[in-house]
Nanobody
Framework: QVQLVESGGGSVQSGGSLRLSCAAS????????MGWFRQAPGKEREGVASLNNIGATKYADSVKGRFAISQDNAKNTLYLQMNSLKPEDTAMYFCAASKYYYACIDFDYYGQGTQVTVSS
C-alpha cells in the first residue's frame, strides 16, 4: 500500500524559506517519478516540480530558480526546498508519485497535503 505523508508546511513572511518533506512507504523511488503539486483556494491543482528515475528535474516557470526538488533514497523521503517565497506561493502542497518513472505523467498517488502560507 502506497502512503505519502507530507510535513514541513507553515506560515512565513515574503522572502522566507521552507523545506517540505514527504515520507514515502510502499514504493521504491527508482521505480516512480516523484513530484510536488499545489492547490490554492479557488484554483486548480498545478504541478510544481518533478524528479524522475534518472534524476531529471522539471519545474513550473513560476518557481524556477527558487524551489529545488530532491530525494533521499536511503530514507525514502522526498523534499522541496522553497526559497524567496512569495504570497502567490500560498497553497496546499501535495507530494505525488507516478508509475511512469521516466515521463512523469499520470500521477497515481497523492499525500494529504501540507499548508504553506506566505504573508507580505
Amino acid at each position: 500500500q502506497v502512503q505519502l505523508v507530507e510535513s514541513g508546511g507553515g506560515s512565513v513572511q515574503s522572502g522566507g524559506s521552507l523545506r517540505l518533506s514527504c515520507a514515502a512507504s510502499g514504493i521504491t523511488f527508482r521505480r516512480y517519478c516523484m513530484g510536488w503539486f499545489r492547490q490554492a483556494p479557488g484554483k486548480e491543482r498545478e504541478g510544481v516540480a518533478s524528479l524522475n528515475n534518472i534524476g531529471a528535474t522539471k519545474y513550473a516557470d513560476s518557481v524556477k530558480g527558487r524551489f529545488a526538488i530532491s530525494q533521499d533514497n536511503a530514507k525514502n523521503t522526498l523534499y522541496l526546498q522553497m526559497n524567496s517565497l512569495k504570497p502567490e506561493d500560498t497553497a496546499m502542497y501535495f507530494c505525488a508519485a507516478s508509475k511512469y518513472y521516466y515521463a512523469c505523467i499520470d500521477f497515481d498517488y497523492y499525500g494529504q497535503g501540507t499548508q504553506v502560507t506566505v504573508s507580505s
